[in-house]
């Protein structure tokens, strides 16, 4: 198994640029999420999704959309780039079981906008 | 805002000797996770402690949870240069909104040979 893979590895964007990153996991997980890490703030949600075809907003979902067609893939665009969202971003997927809900990360994608 | 804040932010020890990393919270919480991070890599879930437990071993991690004082911990016993990594909890609860899973901003661990 592959896990949880991201695709790019890395990207430069100039500001208002759009991208599409993808996630893809074959672990037959039912929840997926996006999160993006700034130096010194942890990890943040952006979005994340409890199954295909839903999605929710996390702490920090403004400049972002998500899409998730199938349930093996979940996408995080950025329509309209700009400066504050250079970061390196994160998903991750889980199958919780009650009270546990373990999450696996991909390697992330470091996205610099200029 | 934060839910989960680590303490210290940095430890530097000699090889062979423990790290002990703390993990305050501000609500209640279903369970309680750390992760590590190597450098450039994704965070590696480590272990996990519910709500009703008040300490879990696995191997030489053993993670301790205070749900009166909301905070935990977690011993790295006899640790080796491989330790070297970012540590973070994590809490996760469901509220109103449905999941609610914050990252706290971490623990620098390095362990010099």
């Known amino acids: 198994n592959a896990g949880v893979t991201q695709t790019p590895k890395f990207r430069v964007l100039k500001t208002g640029q759009s991208m599409t990153l993808l996630c893809a996991q074959d672990?037959?997980?039912?929840?997926m999420y996006w999160y993006r890490q700034d130096p010194g703030m942890g990890l943040r949600l952006i979005h994340y999704?409890?199954?295909?075809?839903?999605?929710a907003k996390g702490e920090v979902p403004d400049g972002y959309n998500v899409s998730r067609l199938k349930k093996q893939n979940f996408l995080l665009g950025l329509e309209s780039a700009a400066p504050s969202q250079t970061s390196v971003y994160f998903c991750?997927?889980?199958?919780?079981?009650?009270?546990?809900?373990?999450?696996?990360f991909g390697p992330g994608t470091r996205l610099t906008v200029l | 805002s934060q839910q989960g804040e680590e303490d210290p932010q940095a430890l530097s020890i000699q090889e062979g000797e423990n790290a002990t990393m703390n993990c305050s919270y501000k609500?209640?919480?279903?369970?309680l996770q750390w992760y590590r991070q190597n450098s450039g890599r994704g965070l590696v879930h480590l272990i996990l402690?519910?709500?009703?437990?008040r300490e879990k071993h696995s191997g030489r991690l053993r993670v301790t949870l205070d749900t009166s004082k909301k905070s935990s911990s977690l011993l790295i016993t006899a640790s080796r240069a491989a330790d070297t990594a970012s540590y973070f909890c994590?809490?996760?609860?469901?509220?109103?909104?449905?999941?609610?899973?914050?990252f706290g901003p971490g623990t620098r661990l390095s362990v010099l040979p």
């Open positions: 402690i519910r709500s009703n437990e």
């Open positions: 672990m037959n997980h039912e929840y």
């Open positions: 999704s409890v199954g295909e075809g839903t999605t």
């Open positions: 994590a809490t996760f609860r469901w509220d109103n909104y449905g999941q609610n899973f914050v």
């Open positions: 609500t209640s919480i279903n369970n």
């Open positions: 991750a997927s889980s199958y919780p079981e009650a009270g546990a809900d373990t999450q696996y």
